[in-house]
C-alpha cells in the first residue's frame, strides 16, 4: 500500500495553535492589529478564530475583510489572451489581467477573485492608512500568494496616501500615518520560497507570525474534508504516532 504523505489537521489543532500562537509571539501586546485581510478561502476560517483571542480595540472586535487570490494555474488561464468565454468569472479574470500591471511585475501566477470591500457606512476614504493590518492565511508554501496580496495592498495604501496629502494641502506639515503589515499563517513549509514578501520590514522587524513549521508535505485541513469523523481519527492518530517519536 502507497503511505499516505498528507498531514492531516484537526480543529482542535487549528484553535491551540492560534491561541498559541498569539500568546507567543505576543500579538496584543507587540503589533496589536487593527484589521485583518483574510485570504479566501484556506485564511476565513483561521481569522475568525484569531478574532477570538485579539483583544478588542475600542471595544469593538477587530474587523475582517476577505480578499481572493488564485494561482494561475489553477484557473488553467496560461495566456490572457486566450480566454474567450463570456461567463462573469473569465470576464473578471480578464478585466484583472488588462487592467493590473502588477501581473507582470510578480509573475503570472496569481489573481484577484476578490477585492477588499469597505461598504457605505465606512466614514473614511483612505480605510487602511495608519492601520496595524494583519494577513491571515491557513499555509506559505511558496509564498506566491502573500508576496501577491502584500504588492497589490502596496499600491491601495500608496493611492490613499495620494488621497491623504490631496485632502490636506493646506497643511505643509502633515505627516501620513504609517501603515504597518503583519503576517498570520498556520503553516509555514520549510523549504525555499519563489517569492520573498515584498514589505521586508515584516520578517525584519518580527512581524511574519507563523503558528507552526512544518515539512514540505501536502496538509488537509478540518474544513475541506468531505468526511469530517475520519479525517480527526486521522489527525488525532498522526498526533499520537508524532508523540510517540518523541518520547
Ligand atoms: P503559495 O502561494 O504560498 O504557494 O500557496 C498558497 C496557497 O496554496 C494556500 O493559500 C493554499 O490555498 C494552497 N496550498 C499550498 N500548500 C497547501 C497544502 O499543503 N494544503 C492545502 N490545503 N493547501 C495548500
Same mark, same amino acid.
Given at each position: 500500500m502507497v503511505k499516505d504523505t498528507k498531514i492531516y489537521i484537526s480543529y482542535n489543532q487549528v484553535h491551540q495553535l492560534i491561541k498559541d500562537a498569539v500568546e507567543r509571539y505576543q500579538i496584543n501586546e507587540e503589533?496589536?492589529?487593527?484589521l485583518m485581510i483574510a485570504i479566501g478561502g484556506g485564511g476565513f476560517i483561521p481569522a475568525r478564530i484569531l478574532r477570538t483571542f485579539l483583544k478588542r480595540a475600542n471595544n469593538k472586535n477587530i474587523p475582517i475583510q476577505a480578499i481572493g487570490l488564485s494561482l494561475y494555474e489553477d484557473l488553467f488561464l496560461p495566456n490572457p489572451s486566450n480566454i474567450h468565454s463570456n461567463n462573469s468569472t473569465s470576464n473578471s479574470i480578464k478585466d484583472d489581467l488588462a487592467n493590473n500591471d502588477s501581473l507582470s511585475t510578480i509573475g503570472t501566477q496569481v489573481i484577484k477573485t476578490q477585492w477588499l470591500h469597505f461598504g457605505p457606512s465606512h466614514a473614511t476614504t483612505t480605510p487602511l492608512l495608519g492601520k496595524n493590518i494583519l494577513i491571515v492565511d491557513e499555509v506559505d508554501d511558496t509564498r506566491t500568494t502573500l508576496a501577491y496580496a502584500i504588492q497589490e495592498l502596496t499600491k491601495d495604501i500608496e493611492e490613499e496616501k495620494r488621497k491623504f496629502l490631496q485632502d490636506n494641502? %493646506?497643511?505643509?506639515d502633515i505627516k501620513v500615518p504609517e501603515t504597518k503589515f503583519a503576517v498570520f499563517v498556520l503553516h509555514n513549509k520549510k523549504k525555499e520560497k519563489k517569492? %520573498?514578501?515584498?514589505?521586508?520590514?515584516?520578517t525584519k522587524e518580527g512581524?511574519?507570525?507563523?503558528?507552526k513549521e512544518t515539512p514540505d508535505r501536502w496538509l488537509v485541513y478540518p474544513w475541506e474534508a468531505n468526511d469530517i469523523e475520519e479525517h480527526t481519527k486521522k489527525s488525532l492518530m498522526q498526533q499520537k504516532e508524532e508523540l510517540e517519536e518523541i518520547q
Open positions: 503589533f496589536k492589529p487593527d494641502t %493646506e497643511n505643509v517569492m %520573498e514578501l515584498p514589505d521586508l520590514s515584516i512581524r511574519y507570525f507563523a503558528a
